[in-house]
T-cell receptor
Framework: DAGVIQSPRHEVTEMGQEVTLRCKPI?????LFWYRQTMMRGLELLIY????????DSGMPEDRFSAKMPNASFSTLKIQPSEPRDSAVYFC?????????????FGPGTRLTVL | AQSVTQLGSHVSVSEGALVLLRCNYS??????LFWYVQYPNQGLQLLLK??????LVKGINGFEAEFKKSETSFHLTKPSAHMSDAAEYFC??????????FGKGTRLSVIA
């Protein structure tokens, strides 16, 4: 399997622009997670899905952030409008389940820079 | 709510020396504990996990961790550091079917 695929790997945009990050989970995995990593706050869970349904979005920082999972093989994280403080590395991860024996597999991340 | 504290944001060891990365957790129920490793410009990958079986857990690349309930700790060790071990290490906790909560990470440097 190719693993979790994220695109783009790097994104540079200007404040106020819309940004869309994409993720393809490992085939057959039921859970998908979006994380944000910054030096100040470390690794934060933003939202996670089970069978394409959002389960917990309490980590989404504000209404400017939205995430969708239209099917089992694709998810997006959108920021509109973007702000400089959104600059971070965004990771997508997937797992077979949320049970403790289920390992999360992370994608390589998207490094977002908002100028 | 569960939480994790990793003592030391940066640890530096000589090649061949013992690696010790510290993790303390807080949990209201018996926890499940994990160590993940992140190499530069990559996503995280699982090193090992504790799921209430043996308290000494062996992982990949010669790493192991011991669950100590009395100390609420889950420290990661490796007897002899290798240059390829240089990376960032994250401890994480779960209270069962809840999302993992990660610590802020410890960057390990290995000096030749």
């Amino acid at each position: 399997d190719a693993g979790v695929i994220q695109s783009p790997r790097h994104e540079v945009t200007e404040m106020g622009q819309e940004v869309t990050l994409r993720c393809k989970p490992i085939s057959g995995h039921d859970y998908l997670f979006w994380y944000r990593q910054t030096m100040m706050r470390g690794l934060e869970l933003l939202i996670y899905f089970n069978n394409n349904v959002p389960i917990d979005d309490s980590g989404m920082p504000e209404d400017r952030f939205s995430a969708k999972m239209p099917n089992a093989s694709f998810s997006t994280l959108k920021i509109q409008p973007s702000e400089p403080r959104d600059s971070a590395v965004y990771f997508c991860a997937s797992s077979l389940g949320q049970g403790v024996t289920d390992t999360q597999y992370f994608g390589p991340g998207t490094r977002l820079t908002v100028l | 709510a569960q939480s994790v504290t990793q003592l030391g944001s940066h640890v530096s060891v000589s090649e061949g020396a013992l690696v010790l990365l510290r993790c303390n957790y807080s949990s209201s129920v018996p926890p499940y504990l994990f160590w993940y490793v992140q190499y530069p410009n990559q996503g995280l990958q699982l090193l090992l996990k504790y799921t209430s079986a043996a308290t000494l857990v062996k992982g990949i690349n010669g790493f192991e961790a011991e669950f100590k309930k009395s100390e609420t700790s889950f420290h990661l060790t490796k007897p002899s550091a290798h240059m390829s071990d240089a990376a960032e290490y994250f401890c994480a906790v779960s209270e069962g079917n809840t999302p993992l909560v990660f610590g802020k990470g410890t960057r390990l440097s290995v000096i030749a």
